[in-house]
């Protein structure tokens, strides 16, 4: 069962307009939220992280929001620019919890035309 | 060499081969990662090292192995693979477990 969701696959943006990334969690024991880009070839790349005490985290064009009584958090990127074309992953770590890796989501794609 | 390093970056082998994945990092961080991402599967985590002590083995087969001789070095040593362990292999390193962590490129492994 998977303790991560990304519910949509894929997402296409006009450029300038705002692309919103969402996620959803199962795990109550989650307290650390991240959220990452892959590009084809490459690893992915950490992009903003947020932690449950805070309900929004923003860094440049790209903020994140939590709602924790829903499970769901998203991101936002505003405004899209073609090159944010991306696969983009949510990730979770909980609680303080020694010895374990993030648990990632299986990503959406974003398409930015011009 | 700046953040994480891996080599090869594509790899085909036959299934009665033994080859070694290597991963560097160069970012002063306490623990190392691999994961393996398959087609249309989230990333699967393989193994989880901190301070070079293995913390977690996620249910990996034996004939997948790793090993962390310092904490800068991850290497993962494969044999007699099977063709569904083709996939991308991606190393990580994180300051301590559970936070941000830092990728590789990846290897491509293809197996036949």
């Known amino acids: 069962d998977q303790q991560v969701k990304q519910n949509s696959p894929s997402l296409s943006v006009q450029e300038g307009r705002i692309s919103i990334l969402n996620c959803d969690y199962t795990?109550?024991?989650?307290?650390?939220f991240l959220w990452y880009k892959k590009y084809p070839a490459e690893g992915p790349t950490f992009l903003i992280s947020?932690?449950?005490?805070?309900d929004k985290n923003e860094d440049g064009r790209f903020t994140v929001f939590l709602n924790k009584s829903a499970k769901h958090l998203s991101l936002h990127i505003v405004p899209s620019q073609p090159g944010d074309s991306a696969v983009y992953f949510c990730?979770?770590?909980?609680?303080?919890?020694?010895?374990?890796?993030?648990?990632f989501g299986k990503g959406t794609t974003l398409s930015v035309s011009s | 060499e700046t953040g994480v390093t891996q080599t090869p970056r594509h790899l085909v082998m036959g299934m009665t081969n033994k080859k070694s994945l290597k991963c560097e990092q160069h970012?002063?961080?306490?623990?190392m990662y691999w994961y393996k991402q398959s087609a249309k599967k989230p990333l699967e985590l393989m193994f989880v090292?901190?301070?070079?002590?293995?913390?977690e083995n996620n249910s990996v087969p034996s004939r997948f192995s790793p090993e962390c001789p310092n904490s800068s070095h991850l290497f993962l040593h494969l044999h007699t693979l099977q063709p569904e362990d083709s996939a991308l292999y991606l190393c990580?390193?994180?300051?301590?477990?559970?936070?941000?962590?830092?990728f590789g490129p990846g290897t491509r492994l293809t197996v036949t």
């Open positions: 990730a979770a770590s909980p609680f303080n919890q020694a010895g374990t890796a993030l648990i």
């Open positions: 795990n109550s024991m989650f307290d650390y």
């Open positions: 947020i932690s449950s005490i805070k």
């Open positions: 990580a390193s994180s300051q301590r477990t559970g936070r941000e962590q830092y």
């Open positions: 970012l002063g961080h306490n623990a």
């Open positions: 090292y901190s301070l070079e002590e293995r913390v």
